[in-house]
DNA sequence: CGATTTCCCTGGCCGC
DNA sequence: TGCGGCCAGGGAAATC
């Protein structure tokens, strides 16, 4: 599932073709989540930026800047295609990929196609800035790493709540970008329980450290490919291979030798380890 | 308002 | 080989 690394991988391919680039035509799946894809037709592309797990493209049209909002959801790909030799060109016909749900034709041929097989991404086009249909991009937390952000006030916005510390993650306002891969593998690496309510004030700042580590190491090594994700260029990650937590229950913990432990929590499948985070 | 529940989707996998 | 049943899970909407 497309988390904060796999997203910035993306991004950084993207901000460096982009840029400058018109969009020509448009085609979408039709469905609302990605018909507003056709909005941006006629635009011209100023920046790739991403908060959280959101790809804000920034696109001026005439009647003023405006914002593609694309979120991979969790089978979602985005990935450019080279211009035909042949000039075939134009995206109106329809999907090359029986799973594509929204392709954009730019002014020097290249195409940006977005696949999607299970549909829960999801496609928006609103005036720059202009979050109001959008509730958890409005609300997102800051993102990990901002200066702004300390071990303080990460335990601040936690204490804000009472529900387990792995849910307060996953609903993207204490920090921005982390996803079910990541928040196991921040909490094993800070050693906190996933479903505790309350954490200490050294633990939040082991938190905070943990998660810039695995987001780190994510982006680092091209994202994690457990099934569906590739880059812009369609090659797979890396760090499934790197992972300590997430996908090993009932093998050995790495720390201590228990076996790891998996459950539920909250609707979301969870890795711990019973003796080591407490 | 915050917490909780439901729903959206379909390929892959399991057991028979 | 075929098929029913179940799982994965981010986020939005509905409900409490």
């Known amino acids: 599932m497309p988390e904060l690394p796999e997203v910035e991988t993306i991004r950084r391919q993207l901000a460096l073709t982009l840029p400058g680039r018109t969009v020509v035509d448009s085609w979408a799946f039709d469905h609302?989540?990605?018909?507003?894809?056709s909005e941006s037709v006629g635009g011209h592309i100023h920046e790739v930026r991403r908060r959280g797990k959101y790809l804000l493209i920034e696109i001026t049209r005439p009647d003023g800047p405006h914002e593609l909002i694309i979120h991979l959801g969790m089978t979602g790909q985005l990935r450019t295609e080279a211009a035909e030799p042949g000039g075939v060109g134009g995206v109106g016909g329809g999907p090359r990929d029986p799973y594509d749900r929204a392709r954009f034709e730019?002014?020097?041929?290249?195409?940006?196609?977005?696949?999607?097989?299970?549909?829960?991404?999801?496609?928006?086009w609103t005036p720059r800035g202009h979050y109001d249909g959008h509730p958890t991009l409005a609300a997102l937390g800051p993102e990990p790493f901002d200066h702004a952000l300390d071990g303080a006030a990460l335990w601040a916005a936690l204490r804000g709540s009472r529900r387990a510390v792995k849910t307060q993650l996953l609903s993207q306002r204490p920090v921005a970008g982390v996803g079910n891969i990541y928040a196991d593998e921040a909490l094993w690496?800070?050693?906190?329980?996933?479903?505790?309510?309350?954490?200490?004030?050294?633990?939040?700042?082991?938190?905070?450290?943990?998660?810039?580590?695995?987001?780190?190491?994510g982006i680092e090594h091209g994202g994690t490919t457990l099934r569906d994700y590739v880059d812009a260029q369609g090659r797979s990650g890396e760090n499934q291979h790197h992972l300590l937590?997430?996908?090993?229950?009932?093998?050995?913990?790495?720390?201590?030798g228990e076996p790891l432990r998996h459950g539920v929590l909250d609707g979301r499948g969870t890795t711990w380890c019973r003796t080591c985070q407490r």
């Open 32 to 37: 609302p989540k990605f018909t507003p894809a």
């Open 106 to 124: 730019l002014d020097d041929g290249t195409v940006l196609a977005y696949r999607d097989v299970r549909r829960f991404g999801r496609i928006a």
């Open 189 to 217: 690496i800070a050693r906190i329980r996933p479903a505790a309510r309350t954490v200490t004030r050294p633990q939040a700042v082991r938190l905070l450290e943990a998660i810039r580590s695995v987001l780190s190491a």
């Open 245 to 256: 937590c997430y996908g090993r229950g009932g093998k050995p913990c790495i720390r201590c």
